[in-house]
Nanobody
Framework: QVQLVESGGGLVQAGDSLRLSCVASGGTFSRYTMAWFRQAAGKERDFVAAITWSIGGTYYSDSVKGRFTMSRDNAQNTVYLQMNSLKPEDTAIYYC?????????????????WGQGTQVTVSS
């Protein structure tokens, strides 16, 4: 059973940085695509970024492109989301997601496995 555990959220000020981590277990992740989604209070779960585990190809939403960077550590079965120049509108619960697929789904229903989420709050 695939399990995803996120960490690294917190309360920061606008302009600060945070790095989220997602540790994956219970699968062979060389054929998986991993993603980060976020859900603000009262809103839908939105795509943030994704990476293909095999070649490390990445894709970002327009709202975070240039500010966020997703990376992976194959040896540690861990993916990261480096978030720079944070804005109050980045405030949300951030979820790690996974699916054994070669492409990069950008909708929540495209992923089979989810972590419990980590809260990111950016004050102005």
């Amino acid at each position: 059973q695939v399990q995803l555990v996120e960490s690294g959220g917190g309360l920061v000020q606008a302009g600060d940085s945070l790095r989220l981590s997602c540790v994956a277990s219970g699968g062979t992740f060389s054929r998986y695509t991993m993603a980060w989604f976020r859900q603000a209070a009262g809103k839908e779960r939105d795509f943030v970024a994704a990476i293909t585990w095999s070649i490390g190809g990445t894709y970002y939403s327009d709202s975070v492109k240039g500010r966020f960077t997703m990376s992976r550590d194959n040896a540690q079965n861990t993916v990261y989301l480096q978030m720079n120049s944070l804005k109050p509108e980045d405030t949300a619960i951030y979820y790690c997601a996974a699916r054994r697929v070669a492409n990069i789904p950008t909708i929540a229903t495209g992923y089979d496995y989810w972590g419990q989420g980590t809260q990111v709050t950016v004050s102005s």
